[in-house]
């Protein structure tokens, strides 16, 4: 009897240990997944994260003083940033296991090739919503969507499945940050003597033009919706004119006015097409980050948000240190924290860290009509 008792004791003691040993591992399982199955991420170098590494482009940051602060090897990646970007901070708050790799960097690896846990980044330093801007120096918009990320789907169907690969997309976020290099283009050609030159050809008006920017971004992404993109965040542009190159072109050193203009239309036509796009698509649910009026407001109040140098680049040459991109000759600034642009256009790693807080738990009208947060959870 009592040997018997004792072994259902033991036995309900083991099981009972058992039991919790399997509570342990699904809560420390659950902790370790990220909070939606990958992030898929296209556009510009505000994201580029070693794609044009692999290109041949003056439209590279694998060199110093790019990375300075990356990590503890001070290793350039390709990031134009002294540190991470907006990408490495939204895959943080996702809590992915890592930042999605550069498609260039991986899309050779024969060894089950797409099924990386934690997405793919397609972004280019460089690309504009038109395929003409920096052609030939980095990867057009289109062709991350038509070419790369519509491999990858395809390479995704035949290893899950159409159904599976459909379930999977639906849940992942896509994020897309385009439309700035095409409005700094619009603005420098302007600005130069070449304009004389091209009087007698068309150019468009700023309202034109912008219309037609949002036009081609909506197809765009209607082409991404028909490859299984159901949740998306859009980061605006950022008010453009203060960059600290075009800054610099202005009379008394202020912020371009005309390009805060372009960027500020950019950004409501951009909301309109998403606002017309998930009324044709009930399934498809948006996040549209406008970060300008925090931007402005780190630029009008630098002390109160931390900055001491909000009008020069911390690395570059000439006036504002905005001659040209950040490279090995140029200066370099001591505090890459009390600076809100790292070099001629690119935010620092602390601005970039600040404003995807604001799009990842902010309020309108910085997110609009919700906050990534808000997006991870909504159906
Ligand atoms: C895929 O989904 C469709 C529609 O929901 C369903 O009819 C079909 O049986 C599914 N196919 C597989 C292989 O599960
Ligand atoms: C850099 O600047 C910030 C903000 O002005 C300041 O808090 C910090 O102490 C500075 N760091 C160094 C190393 O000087």
């Known amino acids: 009897m009592v040997s018997s008792n004792g072994m259902a004791i033991c036995r309900a003691l083991s099981s009972c240990i058992l039991f919790l040993a399997c509570c342990w591992l699904c809560v420390h399982e659950a902790a370790a997944e990220g909070l939606v199955p990958a992030l898929y991420v ?11 590494n692999h290109l041949v482009t003056l439209l590279r940051a694998d060199f110093p003083h790019n990375g300075v602060d990356y990590g503890r090897g001070n290793k350039a990646t390709g990031r134009f940033s002294n540190g991470k970007n907006f990408v490495d901070f939204l895959a943080e708050h996702l809590n992915l296991a890592s930042t999605p790799p550069p498609y260039m960097s991986i899309r050779n690896n024969p060894s089950n ?31 991350q969507i038509d070419q790369h990320y519509s491999g990858v789907y395809k390479a995704l169907v035949n290893q899950l499945g159409q159904n599976m690969t459909l379930a999977r997309l639906a849940k992942s976020i896509f994020t897309v940050a385009i439309g700035g290099n095409d409005i700094l283009n619009y603005v420098r050609g302007a600005s130069r003597l070449v304009r004389f030159l091209r009087f007698f050809r068309y150019r468009p008006s700023p309202e034109q033009f912008i219309a037609s920017l949002a036009q081609s971004l909506e197809g765009q992404l209607e082409r991404m919706y028909a490859l299984g993109m159901r949740k998306l965040f859009v980061v605006g542009a950022a008010p453009l004119g203060c960059c600290p190159v075009l800054r610099k072109g202005t009379p008394r050193k202020e912020c371009h006015a005309e390009a805060n203009e372009l960027s500020a239309q950019y950004n409501v036509e951009v909301a309109a097409r998403l606002r017309d796009m998930r009324a044709r698509h009930p399934d498809m649910r948006y996040s549209f980050f406008d970060g300008s009026t925090a931007l402005l407001d780190y630029i009008k109040e630098p002390k109160a948000n931390g900055y001491a140098v909000v009008d020069r680049a911390c690395c570059g040459l000439g006036k504002k240190n905005a001659m040209f991109s950040c490279t090995p000759v140029s200066s370099l600034c001591e505090n890459r924290t009390n600076h809100i642009f790292w070099d001629f256009v690119h935010p620092t790693e602390i601005t970039a860290q600040k404003l995807m807080a604001l799009a990842f738990d902010g309020p309108a009208p910085l997110a609009t009509p919700m906050n990534v947060r808000q997006l991870i959870s909504a159906t």
């Open 113 to 143: 090739r797409f099924i990386y846990p934690s997405g793919v980044n397609f972004a280019s330093g460089g690309a504009g919503v038109s395929s003409e801007t920096n052609k030939g120096q980095c990867i057009s918009f289109d062709q």
């Open 42 to 52: 296209l556009g510009d170098s505000q994201a580029d994260n070693g794609n044009n």
